[in-house]
């Protein structure tokens, strides 16, 4: 009867041990694999396989903080339960997708989707279908879709590759969504972010010199360019990774921009979106994140300088530290309150911890060729 | 048998069924005791008994979302476990004391104290101390204080009410903390609040017109005025209740912060600390909550007038709606996304939620004498 006991006490006490508040997922991207974590004691706990083409994945939160889903690149959509470490569900929704979020309420995740294009919304409780938005423009097949967000209002914003459009799709009364729809926003958008506030949102376009601006606030005013000048100016350099717009860090009224093909990171007004002034970097950045006050950023670099990492003081816009983690470091997280940032070293196989007062590193975790690093802090905050 | 295992099992099911980042505090005042609530779908989980006189009681969370630390007048400092509804421990570690802090790492909780002044402490696992910081200054007994707020860089932050002085007690060096002393910030300091970034300071003076304000990140330049003819300014009006300073809601680069005995809100620029705009308002203001968009802004009122909120328009200043939501309108509190917000009402003995887009009221649950509701999502946010 003991063993009985312990048989049926075992998964539950694993499901029940602990809460979800530290907890985050790492990305395996080659092996298409998953680590859930936790930033309490910087642990693994569990590995989590068969998810699919995790290049290129990303991951959001239920409000609960107990599920994740993760976007693969095959079309993929996976709700993991990081308490029992299983895989709840799993659907392939599409043929090639890249992104995904989750509404404001928690109830419904959207993806967005390259082929067949559009974006597709699912019930967040069980991954059943809620809506097919179909990107139709007039075009001989939908467009793309790239630049998905949630914002406040249970809407999700996205933008349309070969249309040059953006849409609002609001989900405020119900499942069959109001679509409000932007056309000629500029040539070519292929990535968009949210501020932290859900309020603008920006899209980039391969085929301009500028940036478009939606104020949600106003969607009324309509899209208008900002950062003339933005995707090639004093352009020399070889471009060796477009930057993800979410690589943006936006604090204290002020963006910090990833310049592209430059060893620079911009730094915007985000009440004019005039550039004031231009930080000198060691390579080409892709992710310039701010720490939870503000005070610092920390910046990672395409190749040949995918090695380094540098602290940059976000008020003097010095270089505090040069580090290096080691090859090829693909993102970066902080811990809610800012106290440690965690790192993906990919072709060293590892995660490093970092203690963001002394910079110092604290801990290394193994983990199989890690990308993104998601904590469920974000299930928390708008736009991620 | 069967009977043995649903005995075993109970408990640990009701452990583990379900996860901490949409759980809540609800403070029933008078009986001394707190609901566990969830925000997911609005309902109360569980009541706990025992934790003393909860007048004026506040409640901070540990990093996983898990323990409640809970903050009596009586000197009362409880560890609660959500997931299981039952006190972890409780002790009594001074004899009158107002508001406690948790450290950026989450491992030290610290209680600000009346009697017999000064602040205490404690290791967050256990509750065991670790640190007693004796506020003398010179006087007869050490000082009262209060205005405590934690900051990055495993920092405290409290003003010694009878000593007119701030202190910032930094524990990065371990449990032997490191004093920063500054004297003759204003008289007779009475409350404080920080910036959700964690950067200024801002303490509130009885003896003054105008208010203290340190900025953490160059503490060297000092504790300087700001805001010169708050405290006094045209006070035509008895002052019903002085507004708690955490009152203030900080969004979009402006502070919405209620006036002292008017009917106003006061707009003041976090740059400059100058008045931007006056809103005139229902009654004399005690909480201006911002929506986590910073679109809206919730107030409410002191006797006589409070059985009223008011939301306000956080771009054109606008009253948008007034509610009666009914007698003595005690506390709000947002969902961390901002699609709700909770409030209590503590002479109907209820809790009231409200759809923020349609500000229709949602829900209604029962509270006996509600005050403070705390959800778990400030375990990651600086300064709660």
């Known amino acids: 009867m003991l063993v009985l006991l312990f048989a049926m ?26 680590l859930v974590v936790e930033h309490s004691h910087d642990t693994r706990l569990h590995e989590i396989e068969g998810l699919g083409d995790l290049s290129h994945a990303s991951v959001v939160f239920s409000r609960d903080a107990r599920y994740a889903f993760v976007f693969g690149r095959d079309g993929g959509l996976t709700k993991v339960d990081l308490l029992s470490a299983r895989v709840v ?9 890249i992104g995904g979020a989750i509404s404001q309420d928690g109830k419904l995740v959207a993806v967005s989707n390259y082929e067949p294009g559009g974006v597709r919304v699912f019930d967040s409780q069980t991954l059943a279908p809620v809506a097919d938005i179909r990107a139709d423009y007039g075009g001989a097949q939908p467009s793309k879709v790239v630049g998905l967000v949630d914002a406040p209002g249970k809407r999700f914003v996205f933008s349309l590759y070969d249309a040059d459009q953006i849409w609002i799709a609001d ?66 350099l070889p471009v060796y990774k477009m930057p993800h717009l979410e690589g943006w860090a936006v604090a204290g009224g002020k963006a910090f921009v990833p310049a592209v093909g430059q060893h620079k990171v911009l730094v915007v007004d985000t009440g004019s979106w005039k550039t004031l002034a231009e930080i000198e970097v060691h390579g080409q950045p892709v992710f310039v994140m701010a720490r939870p006050d503000g005070r610092q950023l920390w910046v990672n670099y395409a190749y040949p300088d995918n090695d380094t990492v540098q602290v940059i003081d976000a008020e003097s816009y010095a270089i505090v530290r040069t580090l290096k983690p080691g090859k090829a470091v ?55």
Chains 1, 2 share one sequence.
């Open 9 to 34: 006490l075992g998964p539950v006490a694993g499901d029940g041990s602990r809460a979800t508040g530290d907890l985050g997922v790492v990305i395996e991207r080659a092996a298409g694999s998953i």
């Open 89 to 97: 569900k799993r659907i392939v929704q599409s043929g090639n997708s």
């Open 171 to 236: 989900f405020s009364a119900g499942d069959e969504p109001s679509i409000t729809r932007f056309s000629d926003v500029g040539h070519l958008p292929y990535d968009a972010l949210i501020t932290p506030d859900g309020r603008h949102y920006v899209a980039g376009l391969f085929g301009e010199d500028h940036l478009a601006l939606l104020d949600l606030w106003h969607p009324q005013r309509g899209v208008h360019p900002i950062l003339d000048g933005y995707s090639r100016r004093e352009a020399r």
């Open 330 to 384: 693909l993102h970066m997280e902080f811990t809610p309150r800012g106290e440690k940032i965690w790192l993906s070293v990919r072709d060293d196989n590892r995660i490093q911890v970092y203690d963001t007062a002394t910079l110092k590193l604290l801990r290394e975790l193994p983990a199989d060729k890690p990308s993104g690093i998601f904590f469920t802090s974000r299930a928390h905050r708008i736009g991620l």
